[in-house]
């Protein structure tokens, strides 16, 4: 007897899960089926999920497929239950390619090519799922495909470029349903429009799909154009939707909770802060997201307070660039390298004590704190998974949900004087 065994969270049941788990039953003689319970769907970063652990251990059951089922709770679960139940093959959707590799030692393991016939109209008849569509221009989704899979109630299925050959190859990589190359038939049928092209293209792109009426989210920044921000920000709230600036760490938990005890003075009066952005970690952000994250600190550690002095030393050669920027504030300073190769740490020094995190600052989902008077240190831990889109998303169903048109994280005001204090920094206006 040959025995299958394939994991899901199986939230809003529909007819994928229905698909896969018919094939996973075909693919052998009994299956057994893990749920992931709803602290191991917290735990790897799976968020909104709607459905009660029981509702969806019942529509899995509804099925007829199951011969088996059982809750997944914990990271690691999976080898102990191949070894457990005698599992001949693990059979998963082919979004999570490569994920499961490393169960082939204990069974064979089976990715299987996504269902691309469902009706995005049924879906959307049950006011479960919004519909999402991708606009590109290369073959980079920058991770957007798979962190839509962990927020519930989203159905990405189509994909658009100016060139039909990108559509068509971004189409069948990600295995998505639809590929367009003619933008008005793109948007005919979506409620939700992810813009992620070169920042030549972004305020084009975002433009017509405000007028359309549809949610636009884009990637950081979405131009460095002042009165441009201020035409589409007009525009969206004209037409009653939600424009969203990608700037995942603008909803970093860690990041922010930093930022709460520096306002609470929870360091005493700040002195200095240092921190770098090292590009030869982070190859594929453009110069622009990284100047972006590099100003973000200093708006949230100051706001629109003006600095009395800056020097800055900029070289570019190539594809390489080196910033060092000094900013002098009345009573503090900041000091900011970006390059290749430079450290990645952020130290914020306050009178009473010092807030460390010692790389990678911005993808990172935890802090140290020490207390000078006492010798104390304490580690602050948060649960931050993927490159942060899933976290973007999940605000953007919030706000649908209770029904608000203004981002609350980035909103538009933080986007306007974050671009303000950019052009500043960046380009030297004064403004």
């Not at 909770?257 to 453009?286: D, R, T």
């Not at 000091?335 to 600052?361: A, F, Q």
């Amino acid at each position: 007897m040959k025995k299958v065994i394939t994991y899901g969270t199986y939230d809003l049941f529909h007819q994928g899960h229905y698909n896969i788990l018919k094939r996973a039953k075909e693919y052998g003689d009994y299956l057994i089926v893990g749920v992931t319970s709803e602290s191991f769907d917290i735990e790897r970063g799976k968020i909104g999920v709607r459905d009660s652990l029981a509702t969806r251990i019942e529509n899995v059951r509804k099925t007829g497929f199951a011969d088996e089922i059982i809750i997944e709770e914990f990271q690691g679960q999976k080898i102990q239950d191949v070894q457990k139940y005698g599992i001949d093959a693990l059979v998963i959707g082919s979004d999570w390619y490569g994920k499961f590799d490393y169960l082939k030692p204990y069974c064979e393991v089976v990715y299987l090519e996504r269902t691309k016939d469902i009706s995005s109209t049924q879906l959307r008849l049950k006011q479960q799922f919004l519909q999402f569509g991708i606009i590109t221009d290369n073959l980079d989704d920058g991770g957007i495909v798979l962190e839509t899979k962990f927020v519930s109630g989203i159905h990405l299925d189509r994909v658009y470029s100016s060139k039909k050959s990108v559509a068509d190859a971004f189409c069948s990589k990600y295995e998505l349903n639809m590929s367009y190359n003619n933008l008005e038939n793109f948007m005919s049928d979506i409620d939700v429009v992810i813009i992620n092209t070169d920042i030549i293209d972004r305020y084009k792109y975002v433009k017509e799909s405000l007028l359309a009426g549809k949610h636009v989210i884009c990637s950081c920044p979405i131009t460095q154009d002042i009165e441009e921000l201020k035409e589409l920000i007009e525009i969206a709230k004209d037409k009653k939707v939600i424009l969203l600036e990608s700037l995942f760490l603008a909803y970093m938990q860690s990041f922010n909770q930093m930022m709460w005890m520096v306002e609470s003075n929870c360091i005493g009066n700040c002195i200095s802060v240092k921190y770098g952005i090292s590009n030869s970690e982070i190859p594929h952000m453009p110069e622009e997201l990284i100047e972006q994250y590099a100003t973000y600190v200093v708006y949230r550690l100051c706001g629109n307070d003006p600095f009395n002095k800056m020097s800055i030393n900029h070289k570019k050669e190539k594809d390489q660039f080196y910033y060092n920027i000094v900013l002098q504030y009345a009573d503090m300073f900041i000091d900011i390298e970006l390059g290749m190769s430079v450290n990645s740490g952020l130290t914020i020094r306050g009178e009473k004590g010092i807030l460390h995190v010692p790389d990678d600052w911005w993808n990172t989902g935890y802090f140290e704190m020490n207390d000078i008077e006492t010798g104390m240190k304490k580690r602050y831990c948060y649960n931050y998974e993927g490159n942060g889109m899933r976290y973007i998303l999940r605000e953007l169903l919030i706000l649908l949900r209770e029904k608000q048109n203004l981002p609350i994280r980035m909103s538009y005001d933080t986007c306007i004087n974050l671009l303000k204090l950019h052009k500043q920094i960046f380009k030297g206006d004064n403004l």
